[in-house]
């Protein structure tokens, strides 16, 4: 008798460096001993206190499982977040930034790693997603729009590589709306800046005539 799949569904978060080969090029052990760091200050620790867990990594890539779409999503927007200022202070030719995708979808359990249409959709739509962006499938979509405050672009339907069926897919902060870089820098911009009222003191017209008034 055949064994049958330990089939779950999951929320599915799906991540990975742009340019991360040009990177590597430029500077390989610069680039593994950022990517090292970001991975142990932040991605990883963001991953666990989010309640999800890393199912399976690759050179720049990270695939995560969470039982929430939810936290999924709040996950992928802090880590984009967190990476905008753990960039400041590095040139923009040498920033490791993230391009991520999230799914809600059914997954095969093998082991600690995961397979099926579910990942193959939320890998795909992370290529989607802008650089420092998250793209979210229409199912996760769904799951959280009346949840979190966060703006939704409809991207359409579109053909993606091994899937039958075009994905509708949504991002967060693209094309029209700011992207989440611009949103970090202008709250931090916002922070440290301190604004005092101003008073003017205009002269009075006189209207009476009267050159005493």
Known sequence: MTERLQRR????????????????????????????????DLTDPLIAEFGGRIANTAGDSILAEFPSAVEAVRCAVAIQEGMVKRNQPVPQDRQLRF????????????????????????ARIEALASIGGVCLSRSARDHVRDRLDFQFKDLGEIEVKNIDRPV???????????????????????????????IAVLPFKNLSGDPEQ
């Open 9 to 40: 569904l999951a929320a599915i978060v799906a991540m990975d460096i742009a340019g991360y080969s040009r990177l590597v090029g430029a500077d390989e052990e610069g680039t593994l001993t950022a990517l090292r760091s970001h991975r142990e």
């Open 99 to 122: 391009r991520i995708g999230v799914n809600v979808g059914d997954v095969v359990a093998n082991g600690n790693d995961l397979l099926g249409d579910g990942v193959n959709v939320a």
């Open 168 to 198: 509708r897919v949504f991002s967060i902060g693209t094309s029209d709306t700011p992207d989440l870089n611009e949103l970090a820098e202008k709250k931090n911009n916002n922070e440290s800046e301190t604004h005092f009222p101003s």
